[in-house]
């Protein structure tokens, strides 16, 4: 092979990885094919399937032949579907332009942080992050800025913890209730001092993820930025998808609203991209969002039932301790009480991805450290799996620090 060949990756690429979360599901995955008995608890990813109303209306569009391009950001249908939906769950109201349809939440956030930031702009992210903002961040030349916001606060973003983040390069805070790893959510209340922050910064812009808005447990009032602080809509962008809410991951469709002028700007990116969403997945987003609505509370009671098991379950086994989550599937334990303690092997554990490795290795539990979502010590359990798997699952985990000297 001459040098020519070698292939060198762009300097855009470099700081960026494949996402580790993948990367350990994948690993895990291949165990498992390998013959061992691994539990997965690192995807997110509802284990149910897509209701079946919406699986049809997705064979009737292919049938009806509703397969050519559709309006780059989103059919008519589309937004029009997700108009309703913010109407009828937010009580926000949005024009047919304010909305933008992608391949995923994932994609609206990519679209978003491509049509806006310049080389050097800063991103606040409240630590713990789902660990793709950071690596969309760097895709398109901004910076990062991980503001560690620790279990005494319930892993929210105070007030004086924004104040001192915000810089002249600030270009977007990012939101996300309920969090993924944390499960943490944020009330209205929760939420005003932080839109009281931001009024005296107008050049900070609010991302607001709210992809788990329809999983969040005991009761509580779902609540997003915009609505808790309207003076905030001309720099708000509110980002939301059927990937969780309808156990719809593989359909590939998220949207977000807000203000024209940025919404336009996303679609000049994907016009470059990927074009436009799938038009069957729209044609089955569509039946998510305007059809019957009764499965979605069904279904986060079932998840509400698996949390409260594996948060006890955790909270009974020494050297772990778990903080109830709000909400979304995933439970953020903190693993410092195992952490300088030696394993049968011998082996010291000094690092939540030490103490990840050997669940692993030894127990055969794949999980998530912490450190990926930017805060340690702790380690991510997605419990989006069944009763049985997560009862076998917290069994090993519990063994696993038992057999630690
Ligand atoms: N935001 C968060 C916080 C997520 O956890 C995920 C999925 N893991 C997404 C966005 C992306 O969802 P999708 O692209 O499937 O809509």
Known sequence: ??????????????????????????????????????????????????????????SQAITRGDTRYTVLDGSPAMK??????FKRDNALDFALDEISVSAGAKQVIFNALMASLDPGDEVILPAPYWTSYADIVQICGGVPVSVACGEENGFRLTAAQLQAAITPRTRWLFLNSPSNPSGAA?????????????????????????????????????ATPVAVEPRLRDRTLTVNGVSKAYAMTGWRVGYGAGPRALIAAMAVVQSQSTSCPSSVSQAAAIEALTGPQGIVAERCASFQQRRDFVVAALNRTPGLHCRVP??????????????????????????????????????????VPGSVFGLAPYFRISYATSMAQLEEACARISAACAALT
């Not at 005003?192 to 005991?218: F, M, N, Q, R, S």
């Open 80 to 85: 029009a579907a997700v108009q309703l939906k």
């Open 186 to 222: 944020y009330s209205a209340a929760q939420l005003k001092p932080i839109t009281d922050v931001l009024l005296d910064h107008p050049g900070v812009w609010v991302l607001a993820d709210d992809i788990y808005e329809h999983i969040l447990y005991d009761g509580l009032a779902f």
């Open 326 to 367: 709000e909400g979304a599937f995933y439970t953020f334990a903190s693993c410092a009480g195992v952490l300088g303690k030696r394993t049968a092997a011998g082996a010291l554990l000094q690092t939540d991805s030490d103490f990840c490795r050997y669940l692993l290795q030894d127990f055969d539990v794949a999980v």
């Open 1 to 58: 092979m001459t040098d020519a060949a070698v292939f060198s990756p762009a300097q855009r690429v470099r700081a960026i990885h494949v996402s580790e979360i993948l990367r350990i599901t994948d690993h895990a995955q291949a165990l498992k094919r390998a013959g061992r008995p691994v539990i997965v608890l690192g995807a997110g990813e509802p284990d149910f399937d897509t209701p079946g109303n919406i699986r049809h209306a997705a």
